[in-house]
């Protein structure tokens, strides 16, 4: 928990105590979120596959179909380049490619995307065609590496083009300028999923499956929704409508054993799990595999067509997890003081905050980045050294809501030319490689670049207080079963004033309470995770906080749980 102001949803009846029924509340919670009535998640409502370049790339896949070519898809080291890498392979295997492979580039030899090493590595008999997903729009030197060993090259991506585009066979990003598919948004599974489409759109109208089944588009939907979630791209409608049919899949069970198997090794229950959980639990275990180890563990995972063998890598996995979390919190730590004695040399002034120290893991430069900037609410940028730890610094960019860190990027590379050699990346998080020795310099320019940028304050919104009736199980069911929940399409947080009837420490730093809302109503459970600070100082009764309902199922009990998020210091709109 951490204090912000707070600003209520404009017109939002959940925020009025005018009653308690759930049909209400929902319709409040879809109203304040641009909708006029029910989402209809239903496929058929689907975008069609209207992507720039699918009908290059699906020619060119046609052909290694036909003429049973070598194809190698290379992916990316987090969940959603794992989940299209997953979804392609098997995806060409059931439309009749016999010869796929895959391959993920390793984050501390190769670097990111198809670069020149990664494709200079490759032995013979060298691949046909060579198919990324989820990342290659950044590969110019890769690809043409690619192109003059004698392969041909189909990108798939989501991530922002540069000012130059590799010179692949084709190029299929929703972000490519001209690009008129209405959803930007597509993670990089989502972009191999329409391609996929595309395909058996194609093969079906010449007649390709008389002869062999033609495979169920659907069975994928799992992998979808995993990536989609994970990589936190905004769930616009088709993306919700992807997410909520791959959720429907899972929870009815018809979903590969590995992600069961990560979902039953992080205890979650697959007849309930929801977007959350897919993002919290399944998706930060796939991707301690790519920052600390090698993503390859992950795919093989969801690659697994055995029960046994998908619980023996996810458990494997877990335990990588379990590393990864160690060692970030120790890093945080030292992160977090490094912010702190730029804050008290600077208060206010502080423009942003450039971090580095020489233990630091490359791989979890991001999280901790993150971390810090939503303390701070000013841009940071934290470096790690590169594997050999001479030569290259690689950092991670990240930003609180509304500065683009890839623009920032942008902006620092063109006024200090050279002083970057390569990054990449979206509005919220970016990467970039610097010389070792060069550090102090990309922090003066930084900073130069980051202080002409006004200073955000943090305000949370909120869809208001409940009235004391609506704190029910059914209430918090009815609440995740109206989601998927999302970047984009935030989850119901409401805020209300409580008294702390008991609190007390569970596990290392969270705080479980039980809180009466002030005026009379249910004694409730509570939790505020990383909260434990809370247990150790007086605070005024009542708390005013921002939570989201939850439901707690332990032991076969069921019952009403409130997450705590924010304690919140002052109201500025209670409209």
Same mark, same amino acid.
């Given at each position: 928990?951490? +204090?912000?102001?707070?600003?209520?949803?404009?017109?939002?009846?959940?925020?009025?105590?005018?009653?308690?029924?759930?049909?209400?509340?929902?319709?409040?919670?879809?109203?304040?979120?641009?909708?006029?009535?029910?989402? %209809? /998640?239903?496929?058929?409502?689907?975008?069609?596959?209207?992507?720039?370049?699918?009908?290059?790339?699906?020619?060119?896949?046609?052909?290694?179909?036909?003429?049973?070519?070598?194809?190698?898809?290379?992916?990316?080291?987090?969940?959603?380049?794992?989940?299209?890498?997953?979804?392609?392979?098997?995806?060409?295997?059931?439309?009749?490619?016999?010869?796929?492979?895959?391959?993920?580039?390793?984050?501390?030899?190769?670097?990111?995307?198809?670069?020149?090493?990664?494709?200079?590595?490759?032995?013979?008999?060298?691949?046909?065609?060579?198919?990324?997903?989820?990342?290659?729009?950044?590969?110019?030197?890769?690809?043409?590496?690619?192109?003059?060993?004698?392969?041909?090259?189909?990108?798939?991506?989501?991530?922002?083009?540069?000012?130059?585009?590799?010179?692949?066979?084709?190029?299929?990003?929703?972000?490519?300028?001209?690009?008129?598919?209405?959803?930007?948004?597509?993670?990089?599974?989502?972009?191999?999923?329409?391609?996929?489409?595309?395909?058996?759109?194609?093969?079906?109208?010449?007649?390709?499956?008389?002869?062999?089944?033609?495979?169920?588009?659907?069975?994928?939907?799992?992998?979808?929704?995993?990536?989609?979630?994970?990589?936190?791209?905004?769930?616009?409608?088709?993306?919700?409508?992807?997410?909520?049919?791959?959720?429907?899949?899972? +929870?009815?069970?018809?979903?590969?054993?590995?992600?069961?198997?990560?979902?039953?090794?992080?205890?979650?229950?697959?007849? /309930?799990?929801?977007?959350?959980?897919?993002? /919290?639990?399944?998706? $930060?275990?796939?991707?301690?595999?790519?920052?600390?180890?090698?993503?390859?563990?992950?795919?093989?995972?969801?690659?697994?067509?055995?029960?046994?063998?998908?619980?023996?890598?996810?458990?494997?996995? %877990?335990?990588?997890?379990?590393?990864?979390?160690?060692?970030?919190?120790?890093?945080?730590? +030292?992160?977090?003081?490094?912010?702190?004695?730029?804050?008290?040399?600077?208060?206010? %002034?502080? $423009?942003?905050?450039?971090?580095?120290?020489?233990?630091?893991?490359?791989?979890?430069?991001?999280?901790?980045?993150?971390?810090?900037?939503?303390?701070?609410?000013?841009?940071?940028?934290?470096?790690?050294?590169?594997?050999?730890?001479?030569?290259?610094?690689?950092?991670?960019?990240?930003?609180?809501?509304?500065?683009?860190?890839?623009?920032?990027?942008?902006?620092?590379?063109?006024?200090?030319? @050279?002083?970057?050699?390569?990054?990449?990346?979206?509005?919220?998080?970016? @990467?970039?490689?610097?010389?070792?020795?060069?550090?102090?310099?990309?922090?003066?320019?930084?900073?130069?670049?980051?202080?002409?940028?006004?200073?955000?304050?943090?305000?949370?919104?909120?869809?208001?207080?409940?009235?004391?009736?609506?704190?029910?199980?059914?209430?918090?069911?009815?609440?995740?079963?109206?989601?998927?929940? @999302?970047?984009?399409? =935030?989850? =119901?947080?409401?805020?209300?004033?409580?008294?702390?009837?008991?609190?007390?420490?569970?596990?290392? %730093?969270?705080?479980?309470?039980?809180?009466?809302?002030?005026?009379?109503? $249910?004694?409730?459970?509570?939790?505020?995770?990383?909260?434990?600070?809370?247990?150790?100082?007086?605070?005024?009764?009542?708390?005013?906080?921002?939570?989201?309902?939850?439901?707690?199922?332990?032991?076969?009990?069921?019952?009403?749980?409130?997450?705590?998020?924010?304690?919140?210091?002052?109201?500025?709109?209670?409209?």
């Amino acid at each position: 928990m951490r +204090q912000v102001k707070l600003t209520r949803t404009p017109n939002n009846q959940a925020a009025k105590p005018t009653g308690a029924a759930v049909e209400q509340v929902i319709d409040a919670l879809w109203r304040a979120r641009g909708l006029d009535q029910a989402p %209809d /998640y239903a496929l058929a409502h689907l975008l069609p596959p209207t992507l720039q370049g699918l009908d290059v790339a699906v020619a060119r896949l046609e052909q290694a179909v036909m003429r049973q070519e070598r194809i190698l898809v290379v992916g990316d080291f987090d969940a959603d380049g794992a989940t299209a890498t997953v979804l392609a392979v098997t995806a060409l295997k059931a439309m009749g490619a016999n010869h796929v492979d895959w391959k993920i580039p390793d984050r501390f030899r190769h670097g990111y995307g198809l670069s020149e090493r990664l494709v200079a590595e490759l032995d013979s008999p060298l691949p046909d065609l060579l198919l990324t997903v989820d990342q290659g729009i950044g590969s110019l030197a890769g690809v043409a590496l690619a192109k003059s060993r004698g392969m041909d090259v189909v990108v798939t991506d989501h991530h922002l083009p540069g000012a130059s585009l590799p010179n692949a066979d084709a190029i299929i990003n929703p972000n490519l300028e001209g690009d008129r598919f209405p959803s930007k948004n597509l993670a990089g599974v989502g972009v191999v999923f329409y391609l996929m489409v595309a395909l058996r759109q194609h093969l079906r109208a010449i007649g390709h499956f008389n002869e062999r089944n033609e495979p169920r588009l659907d069975q994928w939907l799992d992998l979808v929704a995993l990536g989609t979630v994970a990589d936190l791209v905004v769930l616009d409608d088709n993306n919700r409508r992807l997410v909520a049919q791959g959720l429907k899949r899972i +929870q009815a069970g018809h979903t590969r054993p590995g992600i069961r198997a990560l979902l039953e090794v992080a205890k979650r229950n697959v007849r /309930y799990v929801d977007a959350a959980d897919l993002g /919290y639990a399944v998706g $930060p275990r796939l991707n301690a595999a790519g920052r600390l180890e090698d993503m390859g563990l992950g795919v093989r995972c969801l690659l697994a067509t055995s029960e046994s063998e998908a619980a023996e890598l996810a458990a494997q996995l %877990d335990a990588i997890n379990v590393k990864r979390r160690t060692l970030q919190a120790q890093m945080q730590a +030292q992160a977090m003081e490094q912010a702190d004695q730029l804050t008290a040399s600077l208060g206010s %002034d502080l $423009p942003g905050a450039c971090l580095f120290d020489a233990s630091w893991h490359q791989g979890l430069v991001g999280l901790v980045a993150g971390q810090v900037a939503e303390r701070i609410q000013r841009p940071v940028v934290a470096f790690a050294p590169e594997e050999d730890g001479r030569a290259w610094l690689k950092g991670s960019a990240r930003s609180p809501s509304g500065i683009h860190m890839r623009d920032l990027l942008v902006a620092i590379d063109t006024r200090y030319p @050279g002083l970057i050699e390569r990054f990449g990346g979206h509005s919220g998080a970016a @990467g970039l490689t610097i010389a070792s020795d060069r550090f102090e310099s990309f922090e003066a320019a930084f900073t130069q670049i980051v202080e002409n940028i006004p200073a955000s304050e943090e305000v949370i919104q909120s869809d208001g207080e409940l009235p004391s009736g609506a704190f029910s199980v059914a209430m918090a069911q009815s609440i995740g079963n109206a989601g998927p929940w @999302g970047q984009g399409f =935030p989850e =119901p947080l409401f805020d209300g004033q409580f008294m702390v009837l008991e609190r007390r420490i569970v596990g290392t %730093d969270h705080l479980k309470l039980q809180l009466q809302p002030v005026g009379g109503g $249910p004694v409730m459970d509570a939790m505020a995770f990383r909260a434990a600070r809370l247990f150790r100082e007086t605070l005024p009764q009542p708390w005013h906080v921002t939570y989201r309902l939850e439901v707690n199922r332990w032991r076969g009990e069921v019952r009403l749980q409130l997450n705590l998020q924010h304690w919140v210091v002052e109201v500025l709109d209670s409209a």
